[in-house]
């Protein structure tokens, strides 16, 4: 073949490829924008169980995962500078506060950080506590998730329910071996420590910011905070 040849086989197969890739990439833009809003509305749909979960449906009146605030990283909350904002949910009723919905982490587990989910009424007390990511020894320490809590009568997160300041001192929210107020199984209380101080901290940021967490416009930005 001639150099003139190869320079036009050369360049009839970059063409091929060049629409074909143009081709490919208009059909996968395609394929997500018509994909989009049903991936969108699933992802939604998980977020309301899993805020169902400690959000009681018949408390509020408007639409949760469309009405938060953003807050920076705090210790409180279990979060570090790295980690960034954090979103509140808030639960209104009549344009009324109702509850807020926000994520903890327990640094402190057995096998590593425990990630919650907590609702926190207007009154300051919790709504629901539930685990929604740890690494804790399966059959031993994972009883905080009352998923895998063999005891499906009453799990144990649940004894955190109705609870608040008002009825459980803030020195007392800790597990009864360390002279505290709440349940821990035996073999197994550093996961229950973790969690129950986790939750404590958590309320406690809750109760002292409530005004400043319901206050701003939806979707807003808090300033301030320690991420230390």
Do not use: C
């Not at 805020?51 to 409180?76: M, Q, S, T």
């Not at 327990?106 to 740890?134: E, M, Q, S």
């Not at 319901?214 to 320690?226: E, S």
Request: overall charge positive.
């Amino acid at each position: 073949m001639t150099e003139a040849g190869a320079l036009r086989t050369s360049l009839r197969t970059a063409a091929i490829l060049a629409v074909f890739t143009l081709v490919f990439t208009l059909l996968m833009a395609s394929t997500y924008r018509a994909t989009k809003p049903s991936i969108e509305a699933s992802a939604e749909a998980e977020k309301m169980k899993l805020v169902n979960e400690v959000l009681p449906p018949d408390l509020y009146d408007n639409a949760p995962l469309g009405d938060w605030v953003a807050i920076p990283p705090n210790r409180e909350l279990g979060y570090g500078a790295k980690d960034g904002p954090q979103r509140v949910l808030r639960a209104r009723k009549g344009d009324a506060p109702a509850a807020l919905v926000l994520e903890a982490v327990a640094p402190d587990g057995y096998a590593g950080k425990i990630h919650l989910i907590l609702g926190v009424d207007a009154g300051n007390r919790l709504l629901g506590v539930r685990v929604v990511k740890h690494a804790e020894t399966p059959g031993l320490g994972d009883y905080i998730d009352p998923k895998k809590d063999r005891n499906k009568a009453s799990p144990w997160i649940r004894q955190f329910d109705a609870k608040g300041f008002d009825q459980v001192a803030a020195t007392e929210w800790r597990v009864k071996k360390d002279g505290g107020r709440f349940d821990a199984r035996a073999g197994a209380t550093i996961s229950a420590r973790a969690v129950t101080n986790a939750v404590r901290r958590a309320l406690q940021y809750a109760t002292d910011n409530r005004d400043r967490l319901y206050a701003p416009p939806a979707q807003a930005t808090l300033q301030g905070g320690d991420p230390s």
